[in-house]
């Protein structure tokens, strides 16, 4: 089982930029597709980015593509999500997430059965 530790968030104004991080515990991330999510008051989790195990595939939502980018290093233990021109709107607390699974259903919080971190807020301001 791999346990996932986000850092990075904080306040930023709108069309700034921000470096989140998770730091995967286990010696078989690489074996792990992982991604990001976020959730904004109010609002359901929303899927943002996956990356597969190797990092050779990336998936986006609609909502950042082209903003955000999602990479990783296995050789730390460690997924990022670089986020290009944020807006109020991506204003959420962010999660990382951990799954064995690839392919349709990404999206969808069920499909990350492996793991989830705490999270870490990120506020834009206008």
């Known amino acids: 089982q791999v346990h996932l530790v986000e850092s990075g968030g904080g306040l930023v104004q709108a069309g700034g930029s921000l470096r989140l991080s998770c730091a995967a515990s286990?010696?078989?991330?690489?074996?792990?597709?992982m991604g990001w999510f976020r959730q904004a008051p109010g609002k359901e989790r929303a899927f943002v980015a996956a990356i597969s195990g190797s990092g050779s595939a990336t998936y986006y939502a609609d909502s950042v593509k082209g903003r955000f980018t999602i990479s990783r290093d296995n050789a730390k233990n460690s997924v990022y999500l670089q986020m290009n021109s944020l807006k109020p709107e991506d204003t959420a607390h962010y999660y990382c997430?951990?799954?064995?699974?690839w392919g349709n259903g990404l999206e969808y919080q069920s499909s990350w059965l492996d793991a989830w971190g705490q999270g870490t807020q990120v506020t834009v301001s206008s």
């Open positions: 286990g010696r078989t991330f690489s074996g792990y597709n």
């Open positions: 997430a951990a799954t064995r699974l």
